[in-house]
């Protein structure tokens, strides 16, 4: 009977930790980084790069463009209504390593649902492997759905027009 007991007290206060880590758990992803990875990306024009067949790998996203083609890949990051976020990174390269690359990102648009909250038309991202930081400038709430868009282009030079996308990542607080 005094086992029994005390097997119901530890069953007891497994089961409430259970239920209170389920709870924190929701929470979590209001005060952190959340990272989501290069694969998940969507591509808005499939017949604008040539590699269709395999672009989707283990380690990220990885298209060669058609030269003198732009292209839009699209990224949905998990959200919590009514958290804010400010900054977004994307770990992302172009070309091939060591080798001069005709190939760039060059806009950065953050979508709270269907409503565009911030863009950089003026950017030109090339090389790395790099990271680059979206400060949309102030803290942003999101009602709906954070999404970013990464807009890439592709040069006519006889060079590389290869994209590759590690991860996305966002600040939440």
């Given at each position: 009977m005094?086992?029994?007991?005390?097997?119901?007290?530890?069953?007891a206060f497994a089961g409430v930790s259970l239920i209170i880590s389920?709870?924190?758990?929701?929470?979590?992803?209001?005060?952190g980084i959340i990272t989501v990875h290069g694969n998940s990306g969507s591509i808005e024009y499939m017949d604008r790069f040539s590699n269709t067949d395999r672009y989707k790998f283990g380690w990220g996203l990885d298209i060669e463009q058609k030269p003198g083609s732009f292209n839009w890949i699209h990224y949905s990051i998990p959200t919590i209504p009514f958290t804010k976020t400010r900054f977004l990174l994307v770990h992302y390269e172009t070309g091939i390593p060591g080798e001069t690359a005709d190939s760039k990102i060059i806009n950065l648009h953050v979508y709270d649902g269907k409503d565009v909250i911030y863009s950089n038309d003026s950017v030109s991202l090339t090389g790395g492997p790099a990271y680059t930081i979206i400060d949309m400038g102030s803290d942003k709430t999101i009602n709906w759905g954070l999404g970013l868009s990464i807009c890439s282009i592709a040069g006519v030079e006889s060079?590389?027009?290869r994209?590759?996308?590690?991860?996305v990542w966002a600040e939440w607080h």
């Open positions: 005094k086992k029994r007991t005390q097997f119901i007290r530890i069953s389920l709870v924190m758990a929701g929470v979590c992803l209001a005060g060079m590389s027009h994209l590759r996308i590690y991860a």
